[in-house]
T-cell receptor, first 110, second 114 residues
Framework: NAGVTQTPKFRVLKTGQSMTLLCAQDMNHEYMYWYRQDPGMGLRLIHYSVGEGTTAKGEVPDGYNVSRLKKQNFLLGLESAAPSQTSVYFC?????????FGPGTRLLVL | DQQVKQNSPSLSVQEGRISILNCDYTNSMFDYFLWYKKYPAEGPTFLIS?????DKNEDGRFTVFLNKSAKHLSLHIVPSQPGDSAVYFCAASTGGTSYGKLTFGQGTILTVHP
């Protein structure tokens, strides 16, 4: 039981490049979330999903897209990366009221 | 508009003493509160939670207190241990149709000195 896993762990992008961050969970949780963490700002919700095939916008969705084609996977896409998207990205899945987080993906956009 | 605030960026305590981390919120619709602990290069891990129908919840060395009238919660760690050194985030949700979305505070860095 790996819990929540994220790939890649670290990535450097040039402005304008695209990439997809993968989140996988093996706990059969319905709800999944993507957050970004920036210094002094805590974690902010980007997008979330309440089940396979559903997605919704969070607090800071601009510049990101998501897909939940399979219950266990939640993908976060950056179509055209910008330096403002340099951050640490965390995925989480939820059981009852508690969210369980992955180890994070550190993204640097030059 | 920061709905959940942790006004102390850092806290330093001696091993064996009590650590008290504070959190304030402005949204009166929040009805569930959580504390997460985060080590460097790792994801946040759940520590303890409290529902708005309670004013205290304990789990071993960790106790969370909720003062709804003051819109304030605190996390007490007794006794503090060097392994408790980490960033602590408080988070809140509104339940119901919020789909479990959490609003986080900025975090407090706790350092426990041996």
């Amino acid at each position: 039981n790996a819990g929540v896993t994220q790939t890649p762990k670290f990535r450097v992008l040039k402005t304008g490049q695209s990439m997809t961050l993968l989140c996988a969970q093996d706990m059969n949780h319905e709800y999944m979330y993507w957050y970004r963490q920036d210094p002094g700002m805590g974690l902010r919700l980007i997008h979330y999903s309440v089940g396979e095939g559903t997605t919704a916008k969070g607090e800071v969705p601009d510049g990101y897209n998501v897909s939940r084609l399979k219950k266990q996977n939640f993908l976060l896409g950056l179509e055209s990366a910008a330096p403002s998207q340099t951050s640490v990205y965390f995925c989480a899945s939820k059981l009852v009221e508690t969210q369980y987080f992955g180890p994070g993906t550190r993204l640097l956009v030059l | 508009d920061q709905q959940v605030k942790q006004n102390s960026p850092s806290l330093s305590v001696q091993e064996g003493r009590i650590s008290i981390l504070n959190c304030d919120y402005t949204n009166s619709m929040f009805d569930y509160f959580l504390w997460y602990k985060k080590y460097p290069a790792e994801g946040p891990t759940f520590l303890i939670s409290i529902s708005s129908i309670k004013d205290k919840n304990e789990d071993g060395r960790f106790t969370v207190f909720l003062n709804k009238s003051a819109k304030h919660l605190s996390l007490h760690i007794v006794p503090s241990q060097p392994g408790d050194s980490a960033v602590y985030f408080c988070a809140a949700s509104t339940g119901g149709t919020s789909y479990g979305k959490l609003t986080f505070g900025q975090g407090t860095i706790l350092t426990v000195h041996p």
